[in-house]
Every structure is written in C-alpha cells, then in structure tokens.
C-alpha cells in the first residue's frame, strides 16, 4: 500500500453536474498530481500542485480545477460534467526535491482511484 | 504524433523467456524517466527510474538513450505475475511540471 488515500471510490454523476473528488497524499509527501484514464489509455496528466499552488498543467480545459490545502490533502473538481469525462481519476503524491522545480523529478505513488460514470 | 509512444502488444511469451519493451519520446528536454506496471482495474505503481547510465532491479533493466530519445525495460526470466501492463513516464521540471504517460505495453506471460 502506498499510503495515499482516494475517496470516493465510484461516483455516478450526470451531465451538467458538478464533482469533487479528494486525495490524502502518503506522509512526507508535499507534491499531489491528478490523472484522468480513460479504459485502455495510459493516465493523463491534469495538474500538479505544491505548496497550494498549481505547479504544472496538462491540456484539460479550466472546468477541471484544484486545490491543495494545508495538510498536503487535495481536490479536484469537475464543472458541468460531459459524457467524456467518465474516466478513472488517479491522484498520485510525491516527494519535493528542493528548490522551487522538481516537483516532477520524483517517483509518484498513486491512491486507488475515483471511478466516474457520467450518464 | 504522440511525446511519448510505446508499443501497445499485446506481448505473449511463455514463462522463462526475456522480454523487451522500447518507449520513444518526442521532447529533448526531457529530465526524468520512469517505469510502472499497471495491473488490470488498479492502479500505477512505481517499477524503476531510469538512469543515464542505466540501472538494475533483480530480473528488471531499464536503459535510457538520450541520443535517439527512448527508454527500454528489459524482464529477464519472466514470472506469471509479470503479466501487466507497463507504462512509461516522461517529466518535464525546468519550470512548471509536465508528466506525461506513454498508452502502455500490454504483457501476457503464459504457463
């Protein structure tokens, strides 16, 4: 087990709708990535945050949108929900090297994921 | 054209055998490299970095050619459970972060 937490771990939602989907990144870790996997796609990378901020984005529209908080916990959230979006969504923590890059340098550890069906 | 590509298989070999998967990526500025093994309905989990100068994890190698821009993993004595799905990753960390996963080999060991 990796230590890092998803919840929920299915999730119906219909289009139109909104949705947010939480992460507890592993201990000692300060980096949360998110994922969206489509069946028999490798994981797309959606943003990365650290340090609260958004340190780096995939090609996904401002509809996905994050937060990191404190505690290195995060959040993704989905707006007005398209049949598309139905995906595995993976969070993954990872350590911060130092300096103020890097946050990509490291081995990732990914949670079990979020199923999303979107009818 | 895909940054990062790989074969998708799916490769069928019989236990014993030694595997190899090449991943080709697009952006010389590429910094890191890694490797994961997916199993179905799970999720990622880390297998090995990967080096310039190449490294070894038991029956696992990965290599790294900057040159013609791709990775390998080579399995040795491949083992039933070794069947999976393997993924490569290429990051980007200059400025912000860029990760960035190939589709995925498929690997089907048989008894």
């Known amino acids: 087990e990796t230590g890092v937490t998803q919840s929920p771990t299915h999730l119906i939602k219909t289009r139109g709708q909104q949705v947010t989907l939480r992460c507890s990144s592993q201990?000692?870790?300060?980096?949360v990535s998110w994922y969206q996997q489509a069946l028999g796609q490798g994981p797309q990378f959606i943003f990365q945050?650290?340090?609260?901020?958004?340190?780096g984005r995939g090609n996904f529209p401002p509809r996905f949108s994050g937060l990191q908080f404190p505690n290195y916990s995060s959040e993704l959230n989905v707006n007005a929900l398209e049949l598309d979006d139905s995906a595995l969504y993976l969070c993954?923590?990872?350590?911060?090297?130092?300096?103020?890059?890097?946050?990509?340098?490291?081995?990732?550890?990914f949670g079990p994921g979020t199923r999303l069906t979107v009818l | 054209r895909k940054e990062v590509e790989q074969d998708p298989g799916p490769f069928n070999v019989p236990e014993g055998a030694t595997v190899a998967f090449n991943c080709t990526y697009s952006?010389?500025?590429?910094?890191?490299f890694f490797w994961y093994r997916q199993d179905c309905r799970k999720e990622p989990k880390l297998l090995m970095s990967?080096?310039?100068s190449g490294n070894e994890d038991g029956r696992f190698t990965a290599q790294l050619n900057r040159a013609s821009q791709y990775i390998s993993l080579l399995i040795r004595d491949s083992k039933l459970s070794d069947s999976a799905t393997y993924l490569c990753?290429?990051?980007?960390?200059?400025?912000?972060?860029?990760?960035?996963f190939g589709s995925g080999t498929r690997l089907s060991i048989r008894p």
């Open positions: 993954a923590s990872s350590p911060r090297s130092g300096g103020t890059s890097g946050g990509a340098r490291n081995e990732q550890f």
């Open positions: 201990s000692g870790h300060n980096t």
């Open positions: 945050y650290y340090r609260e901020e958004e340190n």
């Open positions: 952006n010389s500025a590429s910094q890191s």
């Open positions: 990967v080096y310039s």
């Open positions: 990753v290429v990051s980007q960390y200059s400025s912000a972060s860029k990760i960035i």
